[in-house]
């Protein structure tokens, strides 16, 4: 039972380039969630999965674009990286959402020259 | 919408000293409330949560905190810290009318000298 995993656990970008952050759980559980940490200001959600099949904007969604793949992954899309997206992505997940602690996966730290 | 505030962004304590970080959030429905530690180079794991009931609840490693509703408070304590408490502490408030979203503190430093 791995939890929450995510890959890559590092990477550099340049401006303009894309990719797509992977993460997946073996938990049966039915929400995920995307946030990113910065120094200082805590986690950020970017994007949640409710359930399979649905997705909703969190609190800093620019820039971002997720898919929701199956009831096991979650993967996060920058189309077009920029330097202020250099952080450390997150992803978590719940059983479903509401009075539910959230299990975290174990980052991935990008930076965007 | 819901905030937390976390007062302190740095707390620096010798090994046995008493641990008290702050926690306060802004809503005015029912709220679940959780703490979570980073230790160094790991990833957010729950250190402790309230959701109904007793307002003293306690958590792994000795840990425990009290929610005062009256003040919108949830501190963590810990009577004798150790070097090994030495992470990052997040506290973090969910709404249950909010669809279970999560929002966090900027989180609070702790460093135990040995």
């Known amino acids: 039972n791995a939890g929450v995993t995510q890959t890559p656990k590092f990477q550099v970008l340049k401006t303009g380039q894309s990719m797509t952050l992977q993460c997946a759980q073996d938990?049966?559980?039915?929400?995920m969630y995307w946030y990113r940490q910065d120094p200082g200001m805590g986690l950020r959600l970017i994007y949640y999965?409710?359930?399979?099949?649905?997705?909703d904007k969190g609190e800093v969604p620019n820039g971002y674009n997720v898919s929701r793949l199956n009831k096991r992954e979650f993967s996060l899309r920058l189309e077009s990286a920029a330097p202020s997206q250099t952080s450390v992505y997150f992803c978590?997940?719940?059983?479903?959402?509401?009075?539910?602690?959230?299990?975290f996966g174990p980052g991935t730290r990008l930076t965007v020259t | 919408a819901q905030s937390v505030s976390q007062h302190n962004h740095h707390v620096i304590l010798s090994e046995a000293a008493s641990l008290e970080l702050g926690c306060n959030y802004s809503?005015?429905?029912?709220?679940?409330l959780f703490w979570y530690v980073q230790y160094p180079g790991q990833h957010l794991q729950l250190l402790l949560k309230?959701?109904?009931?007793?307002?003293l609840v306690k958590g792994i490693k000795g840990f425990e905190a009290e929610f005062i509703k009256s003040k919108f408070s949830f501190n963590l304590r810990k009577p004798s810290v150790q070097w090994s408490d030495t992470a990052e502490y997040f506290c973090?408030?969910?709404?249950?009318?909010?669809?279970?979203?999560?929002?966090f503190g900027d989180g609070t430093t702790l460093t135990v000298k040995p």
């Open positions: 978590a997940s719940t059983p479903r959402t509401g009075a539910y602690e959230q299990y």
């Open positions: 938990m049966n559980h039915n929400s």
């Open positions: 999965s409710a359930s399979e099949g649905t997705t």
């Open positions: 809503y005015g429905g029912t709220v679940n």
């Open positions: 309230y959701f109904s009931g007793d307002p």
């Open positions: 973090a408030v969910n709404a249950r009318a909010n669809a279970g979203k999560s929002t």
